[in-house]
């Protein structure tokens, strides 16, 4: 790949990703119940976007959109294990590739691409790899073993390891389904966001002074199992908070299409909370406000994390150099539809934080965004931020994503994008759970959705009906208007922008390259006739007018 520098001083970068942090959880957005000064702070600061959707889920193909800049249906991890593509760019290898060291503090869930690893390396029996590029300071896997052994290092008794540890200290087993708020044995200064924030600040007093750096910071918080210690435990009650967007009971929700069906009956609360037996959809109202209040908790608590690592950042003087993004994975339904976790199309899973603070960006500063973005975004905007262009000004053309900085100064693109698009694939490679429920293919086990401000149409593949809800009516999505004759013209022409937009975004990491007689060449649009270079993947062509 064939890069240049502009000139001027690179900024300091700070991504930092947490983990199922819905984007209505921020009292920055309105919400009436959750509290989130130092968040709050960060969009005082910087820009809030208010419609920012993930391209995926669960963790590892959420990833792999903000990572890539990619769709989905181009980078192709489909779930937790699968291997990203090596052909495939990423954020680390372009600001490794700038100068920078991008260092790890947490986890990415980037599966390797096993065509690269020798036979028998351990990497190819964990989705739980580190994205090509990354210099790793402090991984923490989903074992936890780091986190613990500090803990037990403090005196704690983390012998029941993860997820055992994240039980209520010295509580019976939940079998009768009742939600304690009870704390765990670890207290505020010993949740895994508390150790991760503190080796950031450790490494970051390491740091030169005159030295760019970038950081990649991802918390897990407020991925489930959904407890926290005090006061965070106690400090929403389960009582105060916003309806639950569901139907009048699980069964009826479950009646309105198949894959709810499917979905409402895999759920067990053991996920969710260790030690808990059954069916989440029959936890009760009382449990689901309770859990809810949990979660509430848990994000108030990394949240008070970003707080230490907002004061840490300023400490070292480098606040005024330093680039924050601070954005979510992919959300969490919270009860709405009588389902916890994250996947299929409902907002709930979808919608999530976006907060970008540039402090060389001040004109839009405590300003927010309400056109719709997307987690494939980021990666183009990075690459913005950091200087980093083709020869010739151009940010690398193949991706799916666009740049956010035009927001970042108060000015909006006129062809901007007015729907957010996203994927769910809910095959089942290890057990064939999900073709046989449906009697459907592997490969057809997906489904893809547009949402603009006034519709959402869900198409599925393997023949499973769509799905539209009109969303100016029907802002809780639990009506299906896609065999309604009123809304025909609308299905179809939801139909048509979907296929349209799935052409249009193919992968064209070669598409835009053309070999001639004269030299490796784009063909470019007759306006243009300036050469510029195309950066592909390992290689670089020349540009030339046709």
């Not at 009768?176 to 009870?182: E, F, L, M, T, Y």
């Not at 924030?197 to 490494?203: C, K, Q, S, V």
């Not at 740091?207 to 970038?214: L, M, S, T, V």
């Not at 649009?525 to 510029?532: D, H, Q, T, V």
Request: hydrophobic share 40%; net charge negative.
């Amino acid at each position: 790949m064939r890069i240049q520098r502009l000139s001027g001083k690179r900024p300091n970068i700070l991504l930092i990703a947490c983990d199922q942090w819905r984007g209505d959880c921020l009292s920055a957005a309105g919400h009436k119940v959750v509290r989130t000064p130092n968040a709050d702070a960060l969009a005082a600061e910087g820009v809030l976007f208010q419609k920012h959707y993930g391209g995926a889920a669960p963790c590892s193909p959420a990833r792999a959109c903000l990572y890539t800049g990619l769709y989905q249906m181009n980078n192709r991890v489909c779930r937790n294990g699968t291997p990203l593509d090596a052909r495939h760019g990423n954020i680390a290898l372009w600001a490794r590739a700038l100068g920078y060291d991008p260092t790890l503090f947490g986890y990415t869930d980037m599966a390797r691409d096993p065509r690269t690893l020798a036979p028998g390396d351990p990497q190819l029996k964990s989705y739980e790899g580190v994205l090509p590029g990354f210099t790793v300071r402090q991984l923490l896997p989903e074992h936890q073993k780091p986190w613990l052994s500090w803990l037990k290092a403090r005196g704690v008794d983390a012998g029941a390891g993860s997820p055992a540890i994240h039980r209520p200290a010295g509580e019976i087993l939940e079998n009768d389904g009742a939600i304690s708020n009870g704390p765990p044995i670890y207290s505020k200064d010993e949740t895994p966001s508390a150790f991760l924030a503190g080796e950031f600040i450790r490494w970051l007093g390491e740091q030169e002074r005159d030295a760019p750096w970038f950081a990649h910071l991802s918390f897990i918080s407020p991925h489930p199992p959904f407890i926290v210690p005090a006061p965070y435990n106690a400090m929403y009650d389960p009582a105060i908070g916003p309806a639950f967007d569901r139907a009048e009971s699980w069964q009826a929700e479950a009646a309105s299409h198949p894959y709810l069906a499917y979905e409402l009956d895999r759920q067990e609360r053991s996920k969710f909370r260790p030690g808990s037996e059954g069916k989440v959809r029959d936890w009760g109202d009382d449990n689901f406000r309770r859990i809810r209040a949990l979660y509430y908790g848990m994000i108030s608590e990394v949240d008070a994390q970003l707080g230490r690592v907002w004061q840490a950042v300023k400490a070292a003087d480098a606040w005024d150099d330093t680039v924050i993004v601070l954005t979510s994975d992919h959300a969490e339904m919270m009860g709405d539809h009588f389902m916890l976790g994250k996947g299929g199309f409902f907002d709930g899973s979808f919608h999530i934080p976006l907060i970008i603070r540039d402090p060389r960006h001040r004109k839009a500063a405590g300003s927010s965004v309400d056109r719709f973005t997307e987690a494939v975004d980021l990666a183009p905007t990075l690459l913005d931020l950091t200087r980093l262009e083709l020869t010739g000004g151009e940010v690398l053309p193949h991706l799916d994503g666009r740049s956010l900085a035009p927001f970042l100064d108060a000015t909006e693109p006129d062809d901007w994008r007015d729907a957010a698009h996203w994927e769910f694939d809910f095959r089942s490679i290890a057990d064939g759970d999900a073709e046989r429920y449906f009697g459907i293919g592997s490969r057809q086990c997906n489904l893809a959705v547009i949402r603009t401000q006034k519709f959402k149409y869900v198409n599925f593949g393997g023949g499973l009906p769509p799905l539209l809800f009109d969303l100016e009516k029907d802002a809780r999505e639990l009506t299906n208007v896609a065999d309604d004759p009123a809304y025909l013209l609308a299905r179809l022409e939801f139909a048509e922008k979907l296929l349209a937009g799935r052409a249009e975004h193919l992968d064209q990491s070669l598409a835009l390259a053309e070999l001639t007689d004269c030299r490796p060449c784009r063909r470019l649009p007759l306006e243009i006739s300036k050469a510029r270079a195309v950066a592909g993947a390992g290689f670089s062509v020349g540009l030339c007018a046709a």
